[in-house]
């Protein structure tokens, strides 16, 4: 948008001088302000054709040939402004346009400013002066744009490049902290299933033993017993502690999800609705049901306008997890599912799931759902 206020500057501070320049009577300088008048309101249509080049070719191809009828010399004078004002048109074209569309307007601009010249009282010096400028304006706006399309492509390739590596990055810390959740869950198991164990049966074999022995043993029998239960104290508070730090489930897939959020600056917004938060899932369903929704919030980066998405999470009847991504999205074109949806689809085919994948009037909406064990 500061683009287009720059040309509109650059014509609003040349138009005045060229006006100021014609000595016309004021039946003609009337129709030479109503040209200009329309030569400013086919310019102010500009944003608004921006991505359409063929109507923005006929606009531009339009204002040449209306700044070429205002300042034609009828009384065989040149308006040295002209010259000004069909650069800019031609230059506006080789930044907005393709490069066909460019040369195509460029061509209409020289061919009005040749009629002008020609049909002026110009030297021949001076004409062969303006047609040099024109072809030195030519080949420079030709460098430009090719080095603009170069830019655009080495862009547009580093883009590629950082959200690739981005991700990768984002895949590696996610599951490198699901793979340290999944340990503690295991550990903690562990040490509950076999030393808690086997410390609850020391136990209860001291106190066997403490009821067989004479007095003189019993005290420090009971010394023992007490010892081993301290140590099954402190073993439940260590299991307790490797639990309160697994940060799975919904809370760690919300959590992963924000850091998602951050990192590709989107806006996204979370509905909990029936049990979600309280659903029992598994290390495993929490990596798959982050995946599935990474690949969808990939999709809207790659494919959408608008970097917003709607997130719901329900648990209805404790039995199944459902989730769903809703994007706006015009149109109701169709879609190719490509390797990220597949991926996706048999990931929660794997856990007994399902994926639905559809596009409505105003909406794209991924939808899919996993078992609860």
Known sequence: ???????????????????????????????????????????????????????????????TSIATAILFPYNGEFNPFLVLIISLLIAEGFYRLPLRYSLANGTIGAFGLGITVLNSNLGFFIQISIAIYILFLFIALIHYKKTKVQLMDVEARYEAILGEYRDVKRRAVSEEELARQ??????????????????????MQLEMFRLQINEDHKKRVQSLKELANESLNETRRAVKSLKANDTGGLPGVLRLIRKLELENMMHIHFSVKYGAFSAPLTGEQSFVIYRSVQEALTNIMKHSDTKEAEITFEAPGGSIFRFEIRNPASGTDGYQEGFGLSQMR???EKHNGSLKVYQTEGHFIVSGYIKIK
Do not use: C
């Open 182 to 203: 999944e340990e503690r869950v295991l550990i903690a198991h562990e040490i509950h299933d076999s030393v808690g164990h086997k410390l609850t049966a020391l136990i």
């Open 346 to 348: 048999q990931r929660l």
């Open 1 to 63: 948008m500061k683009s287009y206020w720059l040309w509109i500057l650059l014509n609003v501070v040349v138009w005045p001088f060229t006006i100021g320049y014609i000595n016309l009577p004021i039946n003609q300088l009337t129709a030479g302000i109503l040209g200009v008048a329309l030569y400013f309101l086919l310019f102010f249509i500009v944003p608004l054709i921006e991505k359409k080049p063929i109507i923005l070719f006929v606009l531009l191809g339009t204002n």
